[in-house]
Nanobody, 119 residues
Framework: QVQLQESGPGLVKPSQTLSLTCTVS????????YFWIRQPPGKGLEWIGC???????FYTPSLKSRTSISRDTSKNQFTLQLSSVTPEDTAVYYC?????????????WGQGTQVTVSS
């Protein structure tokens, strides 16, 4: 049974860096691609970036300058860092695994974690 669990602070001050970790169990981060996705209040899902099974990363263009995704294969975790946050970065943040169909067809999701950007 594959499980994904997001963790990190629920409150971040403006201009600081948001840092979240996704811990994967029941599957290896070196055999699938994984995404960070968020949903701002009242809006749809927005994908932030991906870390491929190879470790290669790519990011949505609008967030690329502020985003970094890395991984620790020994802990089977990957981490999102989003710098210079503003209240517009307030959202529920999810990690998700790309399924056998590839692309952005996700087969497993974390439960999501609320991050609020506020002073």
């Amino acid at each position: 049974q594959v499980q994904l669990q997001e963790s990190g602070p629920g409150l971040v001050k403006p201009s600081q860096t948001l840092s979240l970790t996704c811990t994967v169990s029941g599957g290896s981060i070196t055999t699938n691609n994984y995404f960070w996705i968020r949903q701002p209040p009242g809006k749809g899902l927005e994908w932030i970036g991906c870390i491929a099974s190879s470790g290669y990363t790519f990011y949505t263009p609008s967030l690329k300058s502020r985003t970094s995704i890395s991984r620790d294969t020994s802990k089977n975790q990957f981490t999102l860092q989003l710098s210079s946050v503003t209240p517009e970065d307030t959202a529920v943040y999810y990690c998700a695994r790309v399924g056998p169909q590839g692309g952005t067809q996700f087969d497993y999701w974390g439960q999501g974690t609320q991050v609020t950007v506020s002073s």
